[in-house]
């Protein structure tokens, strides 16, 4: 169940969202095996139309239905075709091929349609992949231009390399090329290279970080559709620094995040410097919807945020997290209103009493600066964000 209103404005928007999942996955023989899942998701109330969510209403959607054949000549090499997940990393660029049209908050769904080919000798895991949109995506990459929302077909090539190591950390390389069919013409090839390690200490420091280098062509240009096809190149990621105090009661950490997504800068001609997001999806809080009210108002894009975030489990059955967001443009938008969009306060408690049953709640609160209340469309207005879920899984 939710209560807010996006864009910073005065309005007030309420909706509850359900979900059912039911599905099996067998193995037949040692080689073969099988998923299947259905999802029925259910909007009442009033969505917010930025979302391009239904209003009242039911849908029902074959989530996963896939194959795998593995160990193939017994060699560690698998092939999975059908309708999958495919998540790379933290989401940064590839987690999400589905719009959701009912339900986005208390279950999406993220598969592709996608043929794999995974190869696993020893600690490395080698990924080839070919998957394409299952609906109509839609894309934010004009957004803080006229407020549009392009769907259209896109499919996604990529190969990715991750590797485990015993003192080094965990390390992965990939190569993810974006062929778009809609208006906006995004062809984006991504190179990416991330990394985590963290320290077998008490008070262990985790340190994770990923660079992106995207090249490509566009019809983008600051923001708005093109008359001409642009150029683009652009260089972002994130930083993220974690301290978990493990011998302290109720295991509190603190964490740090700088991610980092350029604007097109408008004088330099026919090269469009904004950062492709592609298919980033949600992990938790703040990854990689970056904060919750601010995710749909910055959409990856032309955008800088700075995170600090503490938490503990108050119990064993209990976590309880709070957040502080810094949000400013890469590039002005609006002449003479500087770059400073809001800040941003989230609280979020979980419970899960068993391994049937878990419940919860985030509050949000955000503040808009020059930027945002400067730019046409968008309010000046304090926003306030109530969120509650609960469900039963077996």
């Known amino acids: 169940m939710q209560n807010h209103n996006f864009f910073l404005e005065g309005s007030k928007d309420s909706w509850l969202e359900t979900i059912g999942k039911i599905g099996a996955q067998a193995d037949f023989t040692d080689h073969f095996s099988a998923q299947l899942q259905v999802l029925v998701e259910g909007t009442h109330g009033d969505a917010d139309t930025v979302t ?6 039911a849908n029902v959607e074959l989530e996963l239905a896939n194959l795998t054949y593995k160990k193939i000549f017994d060699l560690p090499l698998a092939v999975t075709l059908g309708r999958q997940n495919l998540f790379y990393g933290d989401g940064f660029l590839v987690w999400d091929g589905y719009y959701d049209r009912k339900a986005v908050w208390v279950g999406p769904i993220t598969s592709f349609n996608a043929a794999k080919i995974s190869v696993t000798p020893g600690r490395l895991t080698l990924d080839l992949f ?5 609906i109509e995506y839609l894309s934010f990459e004009v957004l803080l231009g006229d407020l549009a929302i392009i769907a259209g077909d896109r499919n996604l090539w990529g190969i990715n390399g991750n590797l485990k190591t015993e003192t080094f950390g965990e390390w992965d390389l990939a190569v993810f090329i974006k062929d778009d069919k809609s208006a906006l013409k995004s062809d984006t090839t991504a190179l990416s290279l991330r990394g985590t390690y963290e320290t077998s200490t008490e008070v262990a420091l985790t340190i994770t970080g990923e660079i992106v280098g995207e090249w490509g062509t566009t019809m983008v240009r600051d923001h708005s559709l093109a008359a001409t096809e642009q150029s683009r190149q652009s260089l972002g990621g994130h930083l993220d620094g974690t301290v978990t105090f493990k011998a302290v009661k109720f295991s509190p950490y603190l964490k740090v995040r700088y991610a980092y997504f350029p604007g097109d800068d408008p004088d330099t001609a026919g090269t469009n410097e904004a950062f492709d997001p592609m298919f980033y999806g949600w992990q938790g809080w703040g990854t990689w919807f970056v904060g919750s009210i601010n995710s749909f108002n910055l959409t990856n894009t032309n955008e800088r945020a700075l995170m600090l975030e503490a938490g503990f489990s108050p119990t064993q059955t209990t976590t309880l997290q709070a957040q502080y967001y810094d949000f400013w443009l890469d590039r ?10 809001a800040e941003e306060i ?9 391994e049937y049953f878990f419940a919860g709640m985030e509050l949000g609160w955000t503040r808009p600066k020059g930027a945002a209340k400067a730019h046409p469309g968008f309010g000046t207005k304090n926003t306030t964000e109530v969120v509650a879920w609960v469900g039963v899984q077996f």
């Open 346 to 354: 989230d609280l979020i408690f979980n419970w899960f009493p068993n």
């Open 52 to 57: 391009a969510v239904g209003q009242d209403g």
């Open 130 to 134: 070919f998957a394409s949109t299952i």
């Open 332 to 341: 002005e938008v609006t002449p003479n209103a500087g770059k400073e969009w």
